[in-house]
């Protein structure tokens, strides 16, 4: 079992950035594919990014169109810590970001991921 949480949210204005952090509990980090997720009030649950498991000798990636270049995630195994970086954040960009686990590679859909953090609010003011 894995156990998330996430830290890092909060309010910034338009054109600012953020770093989100999600520290995982247990000794198998590095085997999970690692994701985020973020859902505004009244929409679903939507990928934001993922990052493959470990030991694949290259590190994958993957983000949703609409953060490209962006966001960028990263893993630090030796601190069981993902993170999501976030520039040019903008309006838009407002909703809970939720950091998942995955036991396959990588994955992109809400239903691959087995475990969830509760989420960090992150708020852009135009």
């Known amino acids: 079992q894995v156990q998330l949480v996430e830290s890092g949210g909060g309010l910034v204005r338009a054109g600012g950035s953020l770093r989100l952090s999600c520290t995982a509990s247990?000794?198998?980090?590095?085997?999970?594919?690692m994701g985020w997720f973020r859902q505004a009030p009244g929409k679903e649950r939507e990928f934001v990014a993922a990052?493959?498991?470990?030991?694949?000798?290259?590190?994958?990636?993957r983000y949703a169109d609409s953060v490209k270049g962006r966001f960028t995630i990263s893993r630090d195994n030796a601190k069981n810590t993902v993170y999501l970086q976030i520039n040019a954040l903008q309006p838009e960009d407002t909703a809970v970001y939720y950091c998942?686990?995955?036991?396959?590679?990588?994955?992109?859909?809400?239903?691959?991921?087995?475990?969830w953090g509760r989420g960090t609010q992150v708020t852009v003011s135009s």
């Open positions: 247990g000794r198998t980090f590095s085997t999970y594919g």
């Open positions: 998942a686990a995955t036991i396959g590679s990588i994955a992109t859909t809400v239903n691959d991921f087995k475990y």
């Open positions: 990052v493959s498991r470990d030991p694949f000798s290259t590190r994958y990636t």
